[in-house]
């Protein structure tokens, strides 16, 4: 009886252990399940806004800054100051060895409109220092609305560090649309899923570190801001 007696009692305690381990797993998941479904939530938001964003039908303001990352952004910012859109142009974040007539001559444009009316900005190597590069720019030059042209899934962080910068500018969103989300399933892909998702990541630390008032780093290759008029 003893014997028997032990067996039935270790049983009872694997059982009772089993048990304790069962409830652990599901209040477990369910502890995980809300901020999962919390970062689900807010991830399609933000995909959703990205996809919704659309340029003014009429885009005026006293200048444009695009943030550099590709030609098509560039096109489309010289377009827009060709067109009277904005006085001046600033390509922030421009590689150091790209020089201002390499980008005329892809751009298509004239010389004397480079010369008049372009700068380029060289010390930016993130968008925290295509904002510091941009407000720099904004402050010297007295600009009270500039629009703002990079990619959809860009904008909502570009325009978070520019605000950061310069709260007292209006900034006005010119998204190049990079990925269509409206009539594709980008879900289904895996490299625009990557991007934004990334890009979600990027903008969810900004914003955190905005809200903790954080510092960062100013993004810069040096101390200074400085933006390079076109050489005349």
Request: proline share 4%; glycine share 6%.
């Amino acid at each position: 009886m003893d014997g028997r007696g032990k067996w039935q009692e270790r049983a009872a305690r694997r059982r009772q252990a089993r048990s304790l381990l069962r409830k652990f797993l599901r209040r477990g998941f369910f502890v995980l399940l809300v901020p999962f479904a919390i970062f689900i939530a807010s991830f399609l938001q933000f995909a959703d806004t990205v996809a919704s964003l659309q340029p003014p039908a009429v885009p005026k303001a006293d200048a444009i800054v695009v943030l550099t990352g590709g030609f098509q952004r560039i096109d489309q910012a010289v377009s827009l100051l060709k067109s009277g859109a904005g006085k001046r142009l600033l390509i922030s974040g421009v590689h150091p060895t790209t020089t201002a007539s390499q980008i005329r001559r892809n751009t298509q444009s004239s010389a004397d409109l480079f010369k008049c009316c372009v700068d380029i900005g060289h010390e930016a190597v993130d968008t925290i220092g295509n904002a510091t590069e941009a407000g720099q720019w904004i402050r010297d030059r007295g600009y009270r609305s500039v629009l703002v042209v990079t990619n959809n899934y860009h904008m909502p962080r570009s325009l978070l560090e520019l605000r950061r910068t310069r709260p007292g500018t209006e900034f006005i969103a010119y998204p190049v649309v990079n990925s269509d989300l409206k009539t594709t399933n980008w879900l289904r892909n895996p490299l625009v899923l990557k991007a934004i998702l990334l890009e979600y990541a990027k903008y969810s630390v900004a914003s955190l570190r905005d809200m903790m008032g954080g510092h960062s780093t100013n993004g810069l290759r040096t101390d200074s801001a400085r933006v390079a008029p076109v050489e005349k």
